[in-house]
């Protein structure tokens, strides 16, 4: 998870302690290619190198200058209230007059009476007879929902299964070369080390007392971890030559994993796996680099540990799919030691005849452990450079996601202004940062005020030329990437000029940010275990007419999206993680975003939809009483969602993204900060036509951001009760445009 950072001076040894990325550590290594000419200039990095220069003198007006807002209009053309069926959605929805101004000003709004559903908001339109809009809100809360479903199919039936057996047989090869006096001796401590790491994972998962495969005192520093663990709270962790602060309220199970006994020992396993530095390569400040050969030599063992018992294949697997669903490693791991130990020219058991420089040599020119978002509690002075993150070893660390490296690079101590290299004391990032960086020139312009308080601008400009820049196989490289894409078309600028005029006003931009946002925080909850932290018909009734949001953008990439799902599932399945029609439900998810994305681009063409499409869009739900009671759906919309069955079930969902150790003046909060989703609520909007306005009535989602302190991280049932009792709390002041 991203990573904490805290000001102030710790010189207690609790916290590793990297160094500035201009200090002398790293050695450059002879160039082999001295004498060949020289390569082709690299247009990206010289385009890249302009707009460095450009970020290192941007002011905030230049900036804002260089991402204008779309061009948009003050107020609609038309008399809203007029639309067809206006006065039945207002008597429906008990709108009230500052809801009517808006509604007439902009041509839409968001009221904040609530359906306690998604289907039920559809279907109470259904039985209403009113005209319905088919929202991008409605579709992402469905791929979040049949996303986490089906995430739990793959942990319940393929992953667990295989860690567990992963952790067992490495930890038995482990007792029988400690048995067997196959180890080098100095490896005695090294092996100490990893049997304490093994048996904290193997407890953690199975929720039984483990033994250690060593002696009594592995015991007691196992156990002494594990009681840390059910602490919740940040303490010192001394593993693999290392001690630093852990922060050990990650293992509060969280998400899908909060109430299933099994996935949530397998969440607690997997984030002590996944968390756990194993750091090679430190960086103290103004020293060089210092190689940490205990955690070097724990990485080969436990590599070699895995071989002798065949399971580096089960490693592989669950290696295998974690990156199809979230992305790339952010550290070193089992799959980087063969090539280093190919550099190093020896076995896995022949470390000692490597020197310490020898070592550090081939981690340093081979890159390996490099991390790229902080992951642990780090403390440095706001007047010291920033800081070299080290370079470390995880068994199966979290990943890389873009989203995390913005928070990273927006927040203490790696935010500056890029104008003086003066370091920002930023703690908490904004979602807004995140935003910009994915494609939103409006969220810019929302971050004024802040910054004019950090004037970090020159940082988001670069980072947003790094992500426009990536390739389209960046974006196809996991589900994570290709939901992420899917929010960025939400904002596709060859759109725009075609929106119906509600669509070309300042309070949609916000309309669609909130719905980017609370996506996002739907896609930060069912990833929060593997993406790295920066530290959502009855007889006689129908629907009148219906309207689908028209982004065909948006529709395509999340066609796209079912198309990589479609090749996941039959990848797994022939590779023995069978999970029961996904493949199905994918290629079916597929076959609607074609339709809708083929209905979105005929309205924005001002073209006749077909019967077929008119009738397709008539279907979208129908709710149906049979037997002693019982509720079940019909229609497409319930078929986006992988059990159809669970339609019905909805529980607002948090995830804690962010965590600040202290604040700016280096006292202790242990702030952490989440993003949420409430109940969804229901959107008014009227499109021109041509016999006049016509008004249409569909749900959205509800984002809402909660601070808390202490390091407590608060799950869904927690999140459940506070807006049960409390009701849901502010939502940010930029959705009053649209949301009065």
Same mark, same amino acid.
């Given at each position: 998870?991203?990573?904490?950072?805290?000001?102030?001076?710790?010189?207690?040894?609790?916290?590793?302690?990297?160094?500035?990325?201009?200090?002398?550590?790293?050695?450059?290594?002879?160039?082999?290619?001295?004498?060949?000419?020289?390569?082709?200039?690299?247009?990206?990095?010289?385009?890249?190198?302009?707009?460095?220069?450009?970020?290192?003198?941007?002011?905030?007006?230049?900036?804002?200058?260089?991402?204008?807002?779309?061009?948009?209009?003050?107020?609609?053309?038309?008399?809203?209230?007029?639309?067809?069926?206006?006065?039945?959605?207002?008597?429906?929805?008990?709108?009230?007059?500052?809801?009517?101004?808006?509604?007439?000003?902009?041509?839409?709004?968001?009221?904040?009476?609530?359906?306690?559903?998604?289907?039920?908001?559809?279907?109470?339109?259904?039985?209403?007879?009113?005209?319905?809009?088919?929202?991008?809100?409605?579709?992402?809360?469905?791929?979040?929902?049949?996303?986490?479903?089906?995430?739990?199919?793959?942990?319940?039936?393929?992953?667990?299964?295989?860690?567990?057996? !992963?952790? @067992?047989?490495?930890? &038995?090869?482990? /007792?029988? *070369?400690?048995?067997? +006096?196959?180890?080098? %001796?100095? =490896?005695? #401590?090294?092996?100490?080390?990893?049997?304490?790491?093994?048996?904290?994972?193997?407890?953690? !998962?199975? @929720?039984?007392?483990? &033994?250690?495969? /060593?002696? *009594?005192?592995?015991? +007691?520093?196992?156990? %002494?971890? =594990?009681? #840390?663990?059910?602490?919740?709270?940040?303490?010192?962790?001394?593993?693999?030559?290392?001690?630093?602060?852990?922060?050990?309220?990650?293992?509060?199970?969280?998400?899908?994993?909060?109430?299933?006994?099994?996935?949530?020992?397998?969440?607690?396993?997997?984030?002590?796996?996944?968390?756990?530095?194993?750091?090679?390569?430190?960086?103290?400040?103004?020293?060089?680099?210092?190689?940490?050969?205990?955690?070097?030599?724990?990485?080969?063992?436990?590599?070699?540990?895995?071989?002798?018992?065949?399971?580096?294949?089960?490693?592989?697997?669950?290696?295998?799919?974690?990156?199809?669903?979230?992305?790339?490693?952010?550290?070193?791991?089992?799959?980087?030691?063969?090539?280093?130990?190919?550099?190093?020219?020896?076995?896995?058991?022949?470390?000692?005849?490597?020197?310490?420089?020898?070592?550090?040599?081939?981690?340093?020119?081979?890159?390996?452990?490099?991390?790229?978002?902080?992951?642990?509690?780090?403390?440095?002075?706001?007047?010291?450079?920033?800081?070299?993150?080290?370079?470390?070893?995880?068994?199966?660390?979290?990943?890389?996601?873009?989203?995390?490296?913005?928070?990273?690079?927006?927040?203490?101590?790696?935010?500056?202004?890029?104008?003086?290299?003066?370091?920002?004391?930023?703690?908490?990032?904004?979602?807004?940062?995140?935003?910009?960086?994915?494609?939103?020139?409006?969220?810019?312009?929302?971050?004024?005020?802040?910054?004019?308080?950090?004037?970090?601008?020159?940082?988001?400009?670069?980072?947003?030329?790094?992500?426009?820049?990536?390739?389209?196989?960046?974006?196809?490289?996991?589900?994570?990437?290709?939901?992420?894409?899917?929010?960025?078309?939400?904002?596709?600028?060859?759109?725009?000029?075609?929106?119906?005029?509600?669509?070309?006003?300042?309070?949609?931009?916000?309309?669609?940010?909130?719905?980017?946002?609370?996506?996002?925080?739907?896609?930060?909850?069912?990833?929060?275990?593997?993406?790295?932290?920066?530290?959502?018909?009855?007889?006689?009734?129908?629907?009148?007419?219906?309207?689908?949001?028209?982004?065909?953008?948006?529709?395509?990439?999340?066609?796209?999206?079912?198309?990589?799902?479609?090749?996941?599932?039959?990848?797994?399945?022939?590779?023995?993680?069978?999970?029961?029609?996904?493949?199905?439900?994918?290629?079916?998810?597929?076959?609607?975003?074609?339709?809708?994305?083929?209905?979105?681009?005929?309205?924005?063409?001002?073209?006749?939809?077909?019967?077929?499409?008119?009738?397709?869009?008539?279907?979208?739900?129908?709710?149906?009483?049979?037997?002693?009671?019982?509720?079940?759906?019909?229609?497409?919309?319930?078929?986006?969602?992988?059990?159809?069955?669970?339609?019905?079930?909805?529980?607002?969902?948090?995830?804690?993204?962010?965590?600040?150790?202290?604040?700016?003046?280096?006292?202790?909060?242990?702030?952490?900060?989440?993003?949420?989703?409430?109940?969804?609520?229901?959107?008014?909007?009227?499109?021109?036509?041509?016999?006049?306005?016509?008004?249409?009535?569909?749900?959205?989602?509800?984002?809402?951001?909660?601070?808390?302190?202490?390091?407590?991280?608060?799950?869904?049932?927690?999140?459940?009760?506070?807006?049960?009792?409390?009701?849901?709390?502010?939502?940010?002041?930029?959705?009053?445009?649209?949301?009065?």
């Amino acid at each position: 998870m991203m990573g904490c950072l805290g000001t102030g001076c710790v010189n207690d040894g609790t916290a590793v302690w990297v160094a500035p990325d201009s200090s002398p550590e790293d050695p450059e290594p002879e160039d082999p290619n001295a004498g060949l000419p020289l390569p082709e200039p690299d247009p990206f990095l010289e385009e890249y190198a302009q707009v460095q220069l450009e970020a290192a003198s941007m002011s905030k007006e230049d900036f804002l200058a260089a991402y204008p807002k779309p061009a948009t209009i003050d107020t609609v053309s038309y008399d809203p209230m007029s639309a067809a069926f206006m006065d039945e959605i207002v008597v429906f929805t008990g709108m009230g007059l500052e809801q009517r101004e808006v509604l007439a000003d902009k041509g839409f709004v968001a009221l904040r009476d609530r359906p306690a559903r998604f289907e039920e908001g559809y279907h109470e339109i259904y039985y209403a007879d009113l005209p319905v809009l088919i929202t991008s809100d409605s579709i992402l809360y469905a791929l979040h929902r049949s996303f986490d479903a089906i995430l739990m199919d793959l942990e319940l039936v393929a992953l667990e299964p295989d860690l567990r057996m !992963l952790l @067992d047989e490495t930890h &038995a090869a482990l /007792g029988e *070369a400690v048995d067997g +006096g196959d180890l080098p %001796a100095g =490896l005695a #401590a090294v092996a100490d080390d990893l049997d304490v790491y093994l048996t904290v994972a193997r407890t953690l !998962l199975e @929720d039984v007392e483990i &033994a250690p495969v /060593g002696g *009594a005192a592995n015991l +007691g520093r196992a156990q %002494a971890i =594990l009681d #840390a663990a059910k602490g919740r709270s940040v303490a010192s962790l001394s593993l693999f030559g290392a001690t630093y602060d852990y922060d050990f309220s990650q293992l509060t199970p969280r998400g899908h994993y909060e109430d299933d006994p099994v996935l949530t020992r397998y969440f607690q396993a997997m984030m002590w796996l996944g968390r756990t530095d194993l750091p090679m390569v430190l960086y103290p400040p103004g020293e060089p680099a210092q190689l940490n050969r205990s955690a070097v030599e724990g990485a080969v063992l436990l590599h070699e540990m895995m071989s002798q018992a065949d399971a580096y294949e089960r490693w592989a697997r669950i290696d295998s799919v974690i990156g199809r669903i979230v992305g790339e490693r952010d550290s070193m791991s089992p799959a980087d030691v063969g090539p280093l130990l190919s550099d190093l020219g020896v076995g896995a058991l022949q470390m000692s005849e490597v020197t310490d420089e020898q070592l550090m040599e081939a981690l340093i020119v081979g890159n390996y452990g490099l991390q790229r978002i902080m992951s642990q509690i780090m403390y440095t002075d706001p007047t010291d450079p920033p800081l070299r993150l080290p370079r470390v070893y995880q068994m199966l660390g979290q990943r890389f996601t873009i989203d995390s490296y913005v928070f990273h690079n927006v927040t203490y101590d790696r935010v500056a202004d890029l104008r003086s290299d003066d370091k920002l004391t930023r703690m908490l990032p904004s979602e807004l940062d995140a935003q910009f960086v994915l494609g939103s020139n409006a969220a810019a312009h929302h971050l004024s005020d802040e910054l004019d308080r950090y004037p970090y601008q020159g940082v988001l400009h670069e980072l947003r030329f790094l992500v426009d820049s990536h390739p389209a196989d960046f974006w196809d490289g996991s589900i994570y990437n290709a939901w992420l894409s899917g929010i960025r078309a939400l904002d596709d600028a060859s759109e725009h000029d075609q929106y119906p005029e509600p669509m070309r006003t300042d309070a949609w931009l916000d309309k669609s940010l909130h719905t980017r946002a609370s996506s996002r925080a739907e896609l930060r909850h069912d990833t929060l275990l593997y993406a790295k932290q920066s530290y959502s018909g009855g007889i006689g009734c129908e629907y009148p007419d219906a309207y689908v949001e028209p982004v065909p953008a948006f529709y395509a990439r999340m066609e796209r999206l079912g198309e990589l799902g479609g090749e996941m599932m039959r990848d797994l399945e022939a590779a023995g993680y069978a999970s029961p029609g996904g493949a199905a439900y994918f290629d079916g998810w597929t076959s609607t975003m074609q339709t809708l994305h083929g209905i979105a681009t005929k309205e924005l063409a001002g073209e006749m939809l077909s019967g077929e499409e008119v009738a397709f869009l008539g279907g979208t739900i129908e709710q149906e009483i049979v037997g002693c009671g019982q509720v079940t759906y019909d229609g497409w919309y319930p078929g986006l969602f992988y059990d159809p069955e669970t339609v019905d079930d909805y529980s607002p969902t948090i995830a804690d993204v962010h965590t600040a150790p202290t604040d700016e003046n280096g006292n202790e909060r242990g702030w952490v900060a989440h993003m949420a989703t409430g109940h969804p609520i229901l959107m008014v909007m009227t499109v021109p036509q041509c016999d006049g306005p016509r008004a249409y009535l569909g749900p959205i989602n509800s984002y809402h951001e909660v601070l808390t302190e202490g390091y407590e991280r608060l799950t869904d049932s927690q999140w459940l009760a506070r807006i049960s009792t409390e009701g849901d709390p502010e939502r940010p002041a930029w959705t009053a445009s649209f949301m009065p």
